[in-house]
């Protein structure tokens, strides 16, 4: 089966500016993740859609980034307007049960390498 | 507050050798424990996750409620084990799990020739 799919793979912006990334998990997994990852630190998750709703938006930094999830599918993740802190990487991933069940499989993309200069 | 701690950032063996990369956590109610890996310029995938109980490439966890560690233990390295281990936890509530998971800070397990 085909993987999360991420694009694009790296990015450099300055800071002010905007970015965005996007993800396709894998067909039929109904929960979708974005994590960041900060150099030398795990992943950490900002948001989590089941369908086209949000789960946990927790600790995602509202005043500058969004994410959606129109139709169930694809994923965007907005940064606007992007800090030096915000270099990392930003992992989707998607998982075939959702929140809500015991038994689950995680699949990640490989991420979009973020750099804000 | 839920916390997944590796204290070691760094894990140097030679082949052969026995390798013990630890994990402790913090957290209330009943977990669900993972170790995940990264292989150089390969995305982040499962080794093992504490219900199945099962041996991945060697690889064995066992979750320890009293002590609170999910240490990851392989008896006899392999230079192909280098890579970066996370270690993870999901919560689970009922018979419902949350679907998110929060990281230790990573292992890189270098294994010399």
């Known amino acids: 089966e085909a993987g999360v799919a991420q694009s694009p793979r790296y990015k450099i912006i300055e800071k002010r500016q905007s970015v965005a990334f996007w993800c396709n998990p894998i067909?039929?997994?109904?929960?979708l993740y974005w994590y960041q990852q900060i150099l030398g630190q795990g992943p950490k998750l900002l948001i989590q859609f089941q369908n086209n709703g949000v789960v946990d938006d927790s600790q995602l930094p509202k005043d500058r980034f969004s994410a959606e999830r129109l139709k169930g599918v694809d994923s965007t993740l907005k940064i606007q307007p992007a800090k030096l802190e915000d270099s990392a990487v930003y992992l989707c991933a998607s998982s075939l049960r959702g929140a809500g069940t015991l038994n689950y499989g995680y699949t990640f993309g490989s991420g979009t390498r973020l750099t804000v200069v | 507050a839920q916390r997944v701690t590796q204290p070691e950032k760094l894990l140097s063996v030679f082949k052969g050798a026995p390798v013990e990369l630890k994990c402790n956590y913090s957290y209330s109610g009943s977990p669900e424990l993972f170790w995940y890996v990264q292989y150089s310029r390969q995305r982040l995938q499962l080794l093992l996750r504490?219900?199945s109980r099962e041996s991945i490439k060697g690889f064995t966890a066992d979750l320890n409620k009293g002590e609170t560690s999910f240490h990851l233990k392989k008896p006899f390295a392999q230079e192909e084990d280098s890579a970066m281990y996370y270690c993870a936890l999901s919560r689970v509530t009922g018979s419902s799990n949350t679907g998110k998971l929060i990281f230790g800070q990573g292992t890189t397990l270098q294994v010399k020739p």
């Open positions: 067909s039929g997994h109904a929960t």
């Open positions: 504490h219900i």
